[in-house]
């Protein structure tokens, strides 16, 4: 399939979703939504893709967030008939899917970054949510993504002062999980990426699925879905391949079933 606004390509496994316009530093155009979303779909479809990772074009911009021309134009009304939301098809995209922040990460683009399971950074990358200086605030999950992995505190802060902050601080923070040198970024996320891709396909998916489901829900009712999808898992061919595998001192062939 071809893009306009995205590149798209696979290596062993790990799908990447390039973000390909500088012209507009990678701004979430409408146009540009729709390309990742089309291209989320076609690696869920996908038995070869394992993993995917989102990143941006070049070293310099991730995405600079929201088309504010295009936002500008909106209404209430285009708000609230908006027909898809590609950071909720990403959280709940059924594999594992790595955020490589390789600059600038502000607003639609940082939310962009929080939809995805984790999040690694260039030394370049600087990430914030300063909608609140258009007389704005964060609405693509930021509000309540944010608070969860940095906590209320700092989560109210960046949204309150709209400050950008470096990768340093925001791996302190817990924003993001690691930060590399920017001509090292892609190369380790796939490293990463293809550790992942070494994991049993059926335990990854229900794994993640029992964590976002932990994460809205309480505890009692988290830990009785995790037991759900460990029991699923247990019963599967992959767990029997595991577990062979493992005594017979041999790498595993997995087949997600």
């Known amino acids: 399939m071809d893009f306009k606004n995205i590149l798209w390509e696979k290596k062993e496994g790990v799908g990447i979703i390039t973000i390909n316009r500088e012209d507009v530093r990678n701004a979430l155009k409408a146009e540009i939504r729709e390309d990742i979303a089309a291209a989320v779909q076609l690696a869920e479809k996908d038995p ?42 990403i959280h709940n995209f059924p594999k594992p899917i790595i955020a490589a922040i390789n600059g600038l990460a502000l607003g639609g683009g940082c939310e962009l970054a929080m939809a995805c399971d984790f999040r690694v950074g260039s030394e370049n990358a600087r990430l914030g949510q300063p909608e609140i200086n258009l007389g704005i605030f964060p609405g693509g999950g930021a509000t309540q993504r944010l608070q969860r992995l940095v906590g209320v505190g700092r989560a109210k802060e960046l949204i309150f002062t709209g400050d950008i902050i470096n990768a340093p601080e925001a791996e302190r923070i817990g924003l993001l ?33 029992s964590i976002n ?34 005594l017979e001192k041999r790498k595993p062939e997995f087949r997600g079933r």
């Open 177 to 209: 999980n690691k930060v590399f040198p920017a001509k090292e970024l892609m190369n380790r996320t796939i490293e990463i990426a293809m550790k992942i891709c070494s994991i049993g396909p059926l335990a990854l998916k229900l794994a993640k699925m």
């Open 213 to 246: 489901m932990g994460m809205e829900t309480g505890l009692h009712i988290g830990l009785g879905y995790e037991r759900l999808a460990r029991t699923l898992v247990h019963g599967s061919e992959d767990r029997l391949e595991g577990m062979h595998a493992f």
């Open 48 to 89: 070869e893709v394992r993993v995917v990772i989102i990143t941006g074009v070049g070293e310099k911009v991730f995405s600079a967030g929201g088309d504010i021309k295009q936002m500008a134009e909106n209404t209430m009304w285009d708000i609230l008939e908006k027909r898809y939301d590609i950071f909720a098809q």
